[in-house]
C-alpha cells in the first residue's frame, strides 16, 4: 500500500512522473513486456481503440501517443491476473462483498459465466447456452416488456451496442437508461433543442486554428490527459487558453509533455492556461452572462451571423443588459473585473472554442449553463467557422457512438420507423427510463429484471443505499462485464456474471478476427482490433453475447440473429441501412483514420423548431437546492460538495490511492476545503470529518474523510466519487435532463467518531 501523505505538488502535470505511473501500473498488473507492445498498439491505424476516453487522435496516426492514464486503463484491462471459479468457490457472496471495490478489481479478468445459488451464497459456473436460457425465461415470463431494464455503459462498440438496442426494442420496450444519462445528456438536451444537434461541432483540426479556448469545469489532466498535448501545442502558438474551475487543477495550469525532450528537460514544463479563474460551484451561468454583458456592451458581435442565422437575440439582449453585476458577482464568485478580463480575451478572439465536462453537465441548472455557453459562442458567430465551436469533452471511449446506434431511452419516430422497416417489426413507441427512472421503477417494484451492458450500475448511480436496494429486489440482475465489481454482488434473487471479451482481444467469428467500431468526441468513427488472445477460451464477445441471447429470448424475430454476428460487416451493413451518416459504412470504416461523421451545425445548418441557432433566454439561478438548505440549517454551516475524480481511477475503477497532481497519497477519503472555512468551522487539516447531506427528504451520511486544505472558494468542498455516491439524493438533479446532480451537494461537517475505515 503506498504510503498516506498529503503534500503540495508543484511540478507540471505529465513528465517523468507519468513515465513512472505508468511503468508501476504495467509492473503490478504482471504484463511488463507484453504491456509495452500492447500500450503501442493503442490507436494505431491497425490497432485498438484506447478503452480510456473518448478524446480523439489525429487520424488514429501511426505516431505512438503517450497517455498515463490510458495506458492505465489498457495494463488494467490486459493484466495477468485472472478470476477462475475457484474464487468463487472459496468465497460466499457475502465474503466477497466485503472486500471493498479496489480488492474486487484487483481480482483479475472474470473467465467464465456464473449464476448465483442462493442455496450457498454462491456463484456457480453455467455453461452459456444454459445461461441464455435461464435469462430468456425469466424476459420471457415478465407481464409486460416494460418490466425489464437494460442498461449501457459506454464502452460498448457500436456493433454491439445496435444490436443490443435490437435486441431490446424487438423484445417490445425503450428501457435503455445509459451512462450518458448521468453525464453528458444535459449537453445533449441544450444542444439539441438550441443549434439542432446534441454533439460538439468542432474537430481537432479547430484546436489548430483557435485563437482562444474556454475550458469549464473540466479536468484534462486527470481525465483526458491527451487534450493536454492539444492545448500545449495551441499556447505554444499563441492561442489564449481560459480556464474556470473552482479547484487549481494542476493539469489546466502546467504540462510537461513526455514527448517533448525540451518539457522534460525542464522543471516547468509548457503553461497551459494563461488565464485562471476559480468560479464558486455552480457559478457558471453567471460567469458566461457577465462576458455576454462586456461583449454585448462593447457592440463587438458578429451581427452579419446573427441577422442570417439565429432568432431570440433581441430577447436575449435585453435580459443580458438588464441583468445586475451585483447578481452576477454574487453567484458567481467572481470579481467584476475579472469576468471583464476574461471578456476581453473572447472579444479580442477571432476564433473561439469552448470546452466542458462534469463540473458543468452534473448540476440542477446544467442545460441553462450550457445553453448560456452556447449563445456566448453564437454572439461572435463562433459555430461553423475555422478554429471555432462547442466541444463537450466525453467521458467513456463510445458514449457518443452508443448514442448514435439507438442506445436512448427517448427515440425519435423517424428512428423508430427506420428501424422497424430494416428490421420488418413494430418498435414500442412508449420512451422508457432514464438512469433515475429505472431506480425509481425498481423500487416501486415495476421493473423486475435489469441487464447491464457494462459499467458498475449499483456504484455509478447517486444514492446508494437507495440503488442497491432497488437492484436487490429484482427478479434478476444480469452483468455482461470484463473485471469483478460491486454490481455483481448486489444482487436480484437470481443473478447472472457474463464475462466478455475486451477492447484489446483478437475476437474470432466464423468469418475470421472481427474488428468493431467506435466514434470519439468529434464524431470520427473508426475501426478497433485486438491483437492480444483472449484472457480465457471461455469469453464470448458482447455482439455475440447479444445474439445469442437475443435469439434464445425472441422466438418469433426475423433477425437473422446468429448470423448477424458470422462476420461484422453484416451488422455494419445494417447500421448503413439505418442509422444517418453511415451509408457505405463497410467501405468508409476501412479506410485507415476512419471517417467524420459530419455534423449539421458545423455546416451552419440549424434543425432546430425555428430552423435557426436560438439564443436562449436564462436568468442567473439565485434559488439552487444549495441555497434553500442554507436557510434551512441557519445555524449550521452548509457547504456545496462537488464529487470528482482522482487521477487514478477511472470512474467507479480504483487503479490506485494516489491523487498525484492533487498531492494527495494514499488516501481516497478526503475532504478538500477551503483555508477560511476550516478557521470557521475550528478544524484543523488531518482531522476526520463525516460528510452529512442535507435535503428535504432528510440526511445522508458518508463517514470518515480526511480534511485536506486547498486552494478551493469558500463554501465549497471536494471529494471523491464513488465514496460520496450516497450523499446524492436520487432526486436532485438537473432540470429536463435528470443528470444527478453530484456536483453540487448540500453538506454539512461534523468531527468524526469512526476511528478506521479503509474503504
Ligand atoms: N483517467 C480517467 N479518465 C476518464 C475518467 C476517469 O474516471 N478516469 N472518466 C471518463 C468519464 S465517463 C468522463 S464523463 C470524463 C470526466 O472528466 P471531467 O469532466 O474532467 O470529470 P471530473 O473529475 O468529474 O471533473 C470535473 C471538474 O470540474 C470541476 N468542477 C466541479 N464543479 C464545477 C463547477 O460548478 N464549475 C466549474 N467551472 N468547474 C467545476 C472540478 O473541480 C473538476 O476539475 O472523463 C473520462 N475520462
Ligand atoms: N458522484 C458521482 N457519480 C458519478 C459521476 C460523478 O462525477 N460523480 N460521474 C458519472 C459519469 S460521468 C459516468 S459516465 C458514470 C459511469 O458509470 P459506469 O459506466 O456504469 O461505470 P464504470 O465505472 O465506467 O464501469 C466500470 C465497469 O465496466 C466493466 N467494463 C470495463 N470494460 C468493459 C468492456 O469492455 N465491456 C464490458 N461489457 N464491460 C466492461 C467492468 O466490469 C468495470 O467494473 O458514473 C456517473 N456517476
Ligand atoms: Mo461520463
Known amino acids: 500500500m503506498t504510503k498516506q501523505v498529503i503534500k503540495r505538488y508543484d511540478k507540471p502535470a505529465g513528465g517523468w512522473g507519468a513515465l513512472r505511473s505508468v511503468f508501476k501500473h504495467i509492473e503490478e498488473q504482471g504484463i511488463v513486456g507484453r504491456g509495452v507492445s500492447t500500450l503501442l498498439r493503442a490507436n494505431q491505424p491497425d490497432g485498438f481503440d484506447c478503452p480510456g476516453c473518448a478524446w480523439p487522435d489525429k487520424n488514429h496516426h501511426s505516431t505512438f501517443e503517450f497517455c498515463e492514464n490510458g495506458a492505465k486503463a489498457v495494463a488494467a484491462e490486459a493484466t495477468e491476473r485472472r478470476v477462475t471459479r475457484a474464487l468463487f468457490a472459496e468465497h460466499t457472496v457475502a465474503d466477497l462483498a466485503a472486500h471493498d471495490d479496489y480488492w474486487l478489481e484487483g481480482q483479475g479478468r472474470l473467465t467464465e459465466p456464473m449464476r448465483y445459488d442462493s442455496a450457498t451464497d454462491r456463484y456457480l459456473p453455467i455453461a452459456w447456452d444454459d445461461a441464455f436460457a435461464a435469462i430468456a425465461a425469466h424476459l420471457n415470463a415478465l407481464p409486460h416488456p416494460d418490466q425489464a431494464l437494460f442498461y449501457t455503459s459506454g464502452r460498448t462498440s457500436n456493433e454491439a451496442a445496435f444490436l443490443y438496442q435490437l435486441f431490446i426494442r424487438e423484445f417490445g420496450t425503450n428501457n435503455l437508461p445509459d451512462c450518458s444519462n448521468m453525464c453528458h445528456e444535459p449537453s445533449g438536451t441544450g444542444m439539441k433543442e438550441q443549434i439542432g444537434v446534441g454533439k460538439g461541432t468542432v474537430t481537432l483540426d479547430d484546436f489548430e486554428h483557435a485563437e482562444a479556448i474556454f475550458i469549464f469545469g473540466q479536468n484534462p489532466g486527470t481525465n483526458h490527459p491527451r487534450m493536454l498535448g492539444t492545448l500545449r501545442e495551441a499556447a505554444k502558438r499563441g492561442c489564449r487558453i481560459v480556464a474556470f474551475n473552482p479547484l487549481r487543477e494542476r493539469g489546466l495550469e502546467r504540462f510537461a509533455d513526455p514527448q517533448s525532450p525540451a518539457d522534460m528537460l525542464s522543471a516547468h514544463g509548457s503553461q497551459i492556461a494563461s488565464r485562471y479563474y476559480q468560479p464558486r460551484i455552480g457559478g457558471d451561468l453567471a460567469v458566461v452572462k457577465g462576458i455576454a454583458k462586456v461583449v454585448l456592451e462593447a457592440g463587438d458581435i458578429d451581427e452579419a451571423f446573427i441577422a442570417e442565422h439565429t432568432d431570440g437575440f433581441e430577447t436575449f439582449r435585453a435580459d443580458v443588459i438588464a441583468e445586475s453585476w451585483a447578481t452576477i458577482v454574487e453567484e458567481s464568485g467572481l470579481s467584476e473585473a475579472q469576468i471583464r478580463e476574461a471578456a476581453a480575451i473572447y472579444i479580442k478572439s477571432n476564433a473561439t472554442i469552448c470546452t466542458w465536462g462534469m463540473g458543468i453537465t452534473q448540476h440542477k441548472h446544467s442545460v441553462a449553463t450550457i445553453q448560456s455557453i452556447v449563445n456566448l459562442l453564437l454572439l461572435k458567430g463562433n459555430i461553423g467557422k475555422p478554429g471555432a465551436g462547442a466541444c463537450p469533452v466525453r467521458g467513456h471511449s463510445n458514449v457518443q457512438g452508443d448514442r448514435t446506434m439507438g442506445i436512448y431511452e427517448k427515440p425519435t419516430q423517424a428512428f423508430l420507423e427506420k428501424l422497424g422497416r430494416a428490421f420488418d417489426f413494430t418498435p414500442p413507441q412508449k420512451h422508457g427510463h432514464d438512469v433515475v427512472g429505472a431506480i425509481e421503477a425498481m423500487l416501486a417494484g415495476e421493473a423486475k429484471v435489469f441487464i447491464g451492458m457494462g459499467g458498475n450500475f449499483a456504484v455509478a448511480t447517486p444514492d446508494a443505499e437507495r440503488t442497491k436496494q432497488a437492484l436487490r429486489q429484482c427478479d434478476l440482475t444480469v452483468h455482461v462485464t470484463t473485471k469483478l465489481n460491486r454490481s455483481h454482488l448486489v444482487h436480484g434473487r437470481d443473478a447472472l456474471i457474463l464475462p466478455c471479451l475486451g477492447r484489446t482481444e483478437i475476437d474470432i467469428q466464423v468469418a475470421g478476427p472481427q474488428g468493431v467500431t467506435v466514434e470519439d468526441s468529434m464524431s470520427m468513427v473508426h475501426i478497433s482490433a485486438g491483437m492480444n488472445p483472449p484472457a480465457s477460451e471461455h469469453l464470448l464477445s458482447e455482439p455475440a453475447i447479444v445474439a445469442r441471447l437475443a435469439a434464445a429470448t425472441l422466438k418469433h424475430s426475423k433477425t437473422p440473429w446468429l448470423w448477424l454476428i458470422e462476420d461484422y460487416d453484416r451488422i455494419r451493413d445494417k447500421i448503413a441501412q ?150 446524492v439524493p436520487l432526486d436532485s438533479f438537473a432540470d429536463r435532463a435528470r443528470t444527478p446532480a453530484s456536483k453540487s451537494v448540500p453538506v454539512v461537517l461534523g468531527l468524526s467518531a469512526v476511528e478506521n475505515l479503509t474503504s
Open 578 to 727: 439505418v442509422i444517418d451518416g453511415f451509408a457505405d459504412f463497410n467501405l468508409r470504416v476501412h479506410v485507415p483514420g476512419g471517417f467524420y461523421l459530419g455534423n449539421s451545425a458545423r455546416a451552419r445548418h440549424w434543425s432546430t423548431t425555428t430552423g435557426k441557432a436560438r439564443f436562449m433566454t436564462h436568468a442567473v439561478p439565485t434559488d439552487l437546492p444549495i441555497k434553500a438548505m442554507r436557510r434551512q440549517h441557519g445555524e449550521r454551516p452548509v457547504f456545496n460538495l462537488m464529487t470528482v475524480r482522482s487521477h487514478d481511477q477511472y470512474n467507479t475503477t480504483v487503479y490506485g490511492l494516489d491523487d498525484r497532481y492533487r498531492g494527495v497519497f494514499g488516501h481516497r477519503r478526503v475532504c478538500f476545503i477551503n483555508k477560511a472555512d476550516l478557521a470557521r468551522l475550528g478544524f484543523t487539516a488531518g482531522q476526520w470529518v463525516d460528510l452529512t447531506s442535507v435535503w428535504h427528504d432528510g440526511e445522508r451520511v458518508a463517514q470518515r474523510f480526511l480534511l485536506v486544505e486547498y486552494d478551493i472558494p469558500e463554501g465549497c468542498l471536494a471529494s471523491y466519487y464513488p465514496e460520496t455516491n450516497g450523499l
